[in-house]
């Protein structure tokens, strides 16, 4: 972590800081959270921000949204369990860069929390989209990344945004530390055999990590949606089950 700046190393003091959290959390057909891991795990950096007299913005996806709002990826919910579990106040805005966002985080004094919405309702998330990431940036002086799950993406809240803060009012929050600690020391440190198990439904987005695993691991276990471009790769059928069409060779080549 020598080359990541750690939120212990910032000058918070009062200051209005902004939180990408990964709040993307499961739910059921009722739209009750039915594990809470994720936003218990976000805690320790939200007190330690308010400890240090800070305003706090949050910010997450959930989801993904295809066309703008949609009331089951909506983070109202997660803003409501969050308050439980710190048993103070979250205020919730109803957009994620327009007046309800703005207003309610001009108006923030040090202490108070603000969760904007779903941070994918704006088409420009995904697509690491800069004005977005300015507009995103302005709701805090400092930025503070603790969204582990997500940084492997270039998303407007995740790169773009870092381009609009310099070195000394961006940093790493406790999440993001710790994940990244434990998967250094596994890499650099593994128990023999060590053997990896990677899942999820894209081969996309972990085609690059797949890489840097390969010649470090013993074993590689695929599983989940991407196992089946994987399978289709080696000739079988996997009927209408998720498929990367365009992976199939890069899947070959792995195995």
């Known amino acids: 972590m020598s080359d990541i700046l750690s939120i212990n ?3 918070l003091n009062g200051a209005k800081v902004f939180i990408r959290c990964d709040f993307n959390v499961p739910m059921d057909e009722f739209l009750n959270i039915t594990d809470d891991r994720r936003i218990r795990s976000a805690i320790p950096t939200i007190r330690y921000c308010l400890d240090n007299g800070c305003s706090v913005v949050l910010a997450s996806h959930l989801g993904r949204p295809k066309n703008g709002y949609e009331e089951k990826f909506s983070l109202q919910g997660v803003a409501k369990r969050l308050s439980r579990l710190l048993d103070r106040e979250v205020i919730f805005a ?20 603000l969760m904007i919405e779903n941070l994918r309702f704006e088409k420009g998330e995904t697509k690491n989209d800069e004005a977005l990431a300015k507009e995103l940036s302005g709701f805090g002086e400092f930025y503070i990344n603790d969204a582990f799950g997500v940084c492997h993406r270039a998303h407007a809240s995740v790169e773009a945004i870092t381009k609009f803060y310099d070195e000394k009012h961006k940093a790493a929050g406790f ?26 439904s894209k081969v996309s987005g972990k085609l690059q990590a797949l890489h840097n695993l390969l010649p470090r691991v013993d074993k590689l276990i695929i599983g989940g949606g991407m196992a089946f471009t994987f399978l289709k790769s080696l000739g079988e059928n996997i009927g209408n089950s998720l498929l990367e069409e365009e992976l199939i060779e890069d899947a070959r080549q792995i195995l």
Do not use: C, M, Y
Not at 97 to 113: C, R, V, W
Not at 175 to 195: C, D, G, T, W, Y
């Open 94 to 113: 109803e957009d994620v860069i327009g007046n309800d966002a703005k207003t309610k985080a001009a108006a923030l004094k040090p202490g108070e929390i």
């Open 175 to 200: 999440l993001l530390q710790k994940e990244i600690n434990f998967a250094q020391n596994l890499i650099k440190h593994p128990s023999r055999p060590f053997v990896a198990v990677v899942g999820g």
């Open 9 to 11: 190393d910032l000058e």
